[in-house]
């Protein structure tokens, strides 16, 4: 059984806590965490989302990161416009630039210094 301590305001809790599992039973649920809510996440019935309104987000891992995307797309978005993808298409593994005439490029760093090793210019029909 969890144990909380109770706030003034509906449905807030301080400092709950469970041993077993949180189920939040509506598809419409949101998890939100923080003063100011930042952290939420959210459940449609169809689709999840986490969102950090404040700033960055972090994955500090012990093993691997794995994305395993059954519909075969992992999409890059910046302020929600898709600008690059990889794709997984006959067995092939697809590295994608999504915006117009934008180029695909591999730095590196030579003993210190940043280098470009190759850039790909999609305005260039992707030449080299």
């Known amino acids: 059984m969890g144990t909380f301590t109770y ?7 301080k ?3 469970v041993d077993g599992n949180l189920d939040l039973l509506d598809d419409g649920a949101i998890l939100k965490i923080g003063n100011d809510d930042d952290l939420q996440i959210t ?3 169809s689709a999840g989302t986490i969102t950090n309104n404040p700033g960055d987000l972090t994955l500090d891992v012990a093993g691997d990161i794995i994305l395993d995307a059954d519909g075969a ?4 978005k910046d302020a929600g416009t898709e600008i690059g993808k990889f794709d997984f298409d006959s067995s092939n ?3 994608a630039s999504s915006v ?3 180029d695909i490029i591999f730095q590196g760093d030579d ?4 280098v470009t090793a190759l850039t790909l210019d999609m305005s260039e029909a992707g030449a080299a």
């Open 7 to 13: 706030e003034s305001q509906k449905y807030r809790f």
């Open 15 to 17: 400092n709950l806590s």
């Open 43 to 45: 459940h449609s019935g």
């Open 73 to 76: 797309d992992v999409i890059l």
């Open 93 to 95: 593994l697809k590295i």
């Open 100 to 102: 117009t005439d934008k």
């Open 111 to 114: 003993n210190g210094s940043p």
